[in-house]
Structures are given as structure tokens and as C-alpha cells.
Nanobody
């Protein structure tokens, strides 16, 4: 069994910053790409940023220049640094891993965290 545990959401004023963290729990052997998605009320879930195990990133145009994704493979973790936050960034943010292999070599696909609320408001 594997799971992704997110932390770091909250309420922040426009222009402020937050850092989201996501750690994979379980007997992890390898994690492929990881990423962050978000879903605002009444909207579809959308990609925010992804990062491969080698560190290549893909950032949505709507957050490019404000958000940075990074990961620590030794800690099985991915992070999202969010700066210059805007009210339209308000959403539930979800961590995702496209493939996790555990020490028994069993592989899990498309794993999601429980989500963490980010609210940008004055």
C-alpha cells in the first residue's frame, strides 16, 4: 500500500506565499513523475506543475513565473512553492504520482493525495 500525504495549505492574502509539501508513505522503491493539480469550485481539475524523477518540469502557463515545483527523491517528496498568489489560485490542491513501485516490485498507478485547501483572500 502507498499513499500521498499533503500539507501546507491555508489562507493567505493576495501577493503572499505558501509552500505545499507531499510525501509518499510506504515501502517505496521508485517514484516516476510527480505533480500538483488543483480544482476550484465548479471547475474541472487542472494541471499546475509536474516533475520527472530526473527533475524535468512542466508548469502551467497560468502559474509560470510564480510557482516552482521541486522534489527530493531521497525523501520521496514533492513541493510546490507558490509566490505572488492571486485570488484565482484559490482551489483544493492535489498531489499526484503517475507510478510508484514498492520494494516488493509491485507497481501502483495514478496515485492521488487527499487534497489541501489553498484560499487566497484579503
Amino acid at each position: 500500500q502507498v499513499q500521498l500525504v499533503e500539507s501546507g495549505g491555508g489562507l493567505v492574502q493576495p501577493g503572499g506565499s505558501l509552500r505545499l509539501s507531499c510525501a509518499a508513505a510506504g515501502s517505496i522503491f521508485r517514484i516516476n513523475a510527480m505533480g500538483w493539480y488543483r480544482q476550484a469550485p465548479g471547475k474541472l481539475r487542472e494541471l499546475v506543475a509536474t516533475i520527472t524523477s530526473g527533475g524535468s518540469t512542466n508548469i502551467a502557463d497560468s502559474v509560470k513565473g510564480r510557482f516552482t515545483i521541486s522534489r527530493d527523491n531521497a525523501k520521496n517528496s514533492v513541493y510546490l512553492q507558490m509566490n505572488s498568489l492571486k485570488p484565482e489560485d484559490t482551489a483544493v490542491y492535489y498531489c499526484n504520482a503517475d507510478r510508484i513501485t514498492i520494494t516488493t516490485l509491485r507497481t501502483y498507478f495514478d496515485i492521488w493525495g487527499q487534497g489541501t485547501q489553498v484560499t487566497v483572500s484579503s
